[in-house]
Structures are given as structure tokens and as C-alpha cells.
Antibody, heavy 123, light 111 residues
Framework: EVQLLESGGGLVQPGGSLRLSCAAS????????MSWVRQAPGKGLEWVSG????????YYADSVKGRFTISRDNSKNTLYLQMNSLRAEDTAVYYC????????????????WGQGTLVTVSS | QSALTQPASVSESPGQSITISCTGS?????????VSWYQQHPGKAPKLMIY???NRPSGVSNRFSGSKSGNTASLTISGLRAEDEADYYC???????????FGGGTKLTVL
């Protein structure tokens, strides 16, 4: 059974940093591109960042470019999102999501999602 | 403003059919067959309903179908049921600097 379990969310002050983790199980993690998708309270979905299965290719939304860094440790089956210079508008539930296809570089269609972790940026 | 445009809300009676539109441009919906649709119930993670414009993942009811014409993709739900009441989001690959974009979402009410 495929499982994605996010952790690391919480309350952080503007300008602060936070690292999210997503522990994956039930599939060949290193074969699949992964993405982070967020949802602000009461709002729609926003794609944030993606990474290839090997970790060699990374992609970012313009809204987070230069502030967020996506990475993965395939030996630990874990996806990460390092978030720096956080702003109030980064407040959201952050989901990790798995692409449907093996060996793709960019995950752009997601068949499994985690339960999400809430990040609140406020003073 | 979302890159893909969806109606904010739609409503229909049980047993009827409804179509939700998702309008983009030649840089996204019109240029690639990478349109997906997701269903999201309150407090839950999204669920993939359609990928590659018209393909259904295993386990998704055949009451859900997808299509595309030009820069507009559509999700059709036939034989509406109470459990179909949810938010629906489209997404697409895009050639812009942000490579994946979502629509703003459509709230479906089954009257």
C-alpha cells in the first residue's frame, strides 16, 4: 500500500525557516518524481515544487523560487522541502504527491497524496 | 489569479449530468495532453479522477470522463450522486516558468 506521511509543519514567524519531510512507503520511491502542492486556508491548490526520481532535476513555482529548496534522500525514502524567508502568504497545508508514471523527470499528475502538514507564518 | 479558469460553482440534481470547464491557453491546456482532474472533499487530500485529458485511474467510476477542445478541458460527471458533491480542480503542464498549474477550483453541489 502506498503511503505518504508529511511532517515538520508548525507556527513560524515571518522571515523564519522550516523544513518539511515526507516519508514514503509501498512503492519504489527512487523511480518516481515527486512534488509539493499547497493549499492556503479556504483556497485552491497551488503547485510549489517538483523533483525527479534521482534528485538531479528540480522545479519551482515562481512564488517560491529562491526561497524554497526541494530535495530527496532515496536511501531513506524521504522527500524534503526547505522553506526559508517565509511570508504570511506561505501559510497553507502542504501536501507531498507522487506522480503516476515511473521514470518521468517532472511530476505533473498525482495519484497518491499525503494527508498534509499545516504551515502557519505569523508573528 | 489562477492560470487555469474554472467556474467557481456548479449545481445539478441527482441522476443528472454536469460538465465543468477548465480554460487555459496554448501554453498549457491547448498545447499538451497533460490535463488532470482532482476531486477534493472537505478536510481531505485531493483524489486523482482523470489524467492525460481523458484517462481514468483504476478504481475511478466510469461516470467520470474528460475531454479537451482547443484551450479548454472539460470534466463530465454523469448520473450524479450525493457523494460527488466536492471541489474539483483541473491541472496542466505548462511551458511557462512555473511548469505545473492548477485551476481555481469548482464547487459542485448536488441538489
Amino acid at each position: 500500500e502506498v503511503q505518504l506521511l508529511e511532517s515538520g509543519g508548525g507556527l513560524v514567524q515571518p522571515g523564519g525557516s522550516l523544513r518539511l519531510s515526507c516519508a514514503a512507503s509501498g512503492f519504489a520511491f527512487n523511480n518516481y518524481a515527486m512534488s509539493w502542492v499547497r493549499q492556503a486556508p479556504g483556497k485552491g491548490l497551488e503547485w510549489v515544487s517538483g523533483i525527479s526520481g534521482s534528485g538531479g532535476s528540480t522545479y519551482y513555482a515562481d512564488s517560491v523560487k529562491g526561497r524554497f529548496t526541494i530535495s530527496r534522500d532515496n536511501s531513506k525514502n524521504t522527500l524534503y522541502l526547505q522553506m526559508n524567508s517565509l511570508r504570511a502568504e506561505d501559510t497553507a497545508v502542504y501536501y507531498c504527491a507522487k506522480d503516476t508514471r515511473e521514470w518521468e523527470v517532472l511530476a505533473d499528475r498525482f495519484d497518491y497524496w499525503g494527508q498534509g502538514t499545516l504551515v502557519t507564518v505569523s508573528s | 489569479q489562477s492560470a487555469l479558469t474554472q467556474p467557481a460553482s456548479v449545481s445539478e440534481s441527482p441522476g443528472q449530468s454536469i460538465t465543468i470547464s477548465c480554460t487555459g491557453s496554448s501554453s498549457d491546456v491547448g498545447g499538451y495532453n497533460s490535463v488532470s482532474w482532482y476531486q477534493q472533499h472537505p478536510g481531505k487530500a485531493p483524489k486523482l479522477m482523470i489524467y492525460d485529458v481523458s484517462n481514468r485511474p483504476s478504481g475511478v467510476s466510469n461516470r467520470f470522463s474528460g475531454s479537451k477542445s482547443g484551450n479548454t478541458a472539460s470534466l463530465t460527471i454523469s448520473g450524479l450522486r450525493a457523494e460527488d458533491e466536492a471541489d474539483y480542480y483541473c491541472s496542466s503542464y505548462t511551458s511557462s516558468s512555473t511548469p505545473v498549474v492548477f485551476g481555481g477550483g469548482t464547487k459542485l453541489t448536488v441538489l
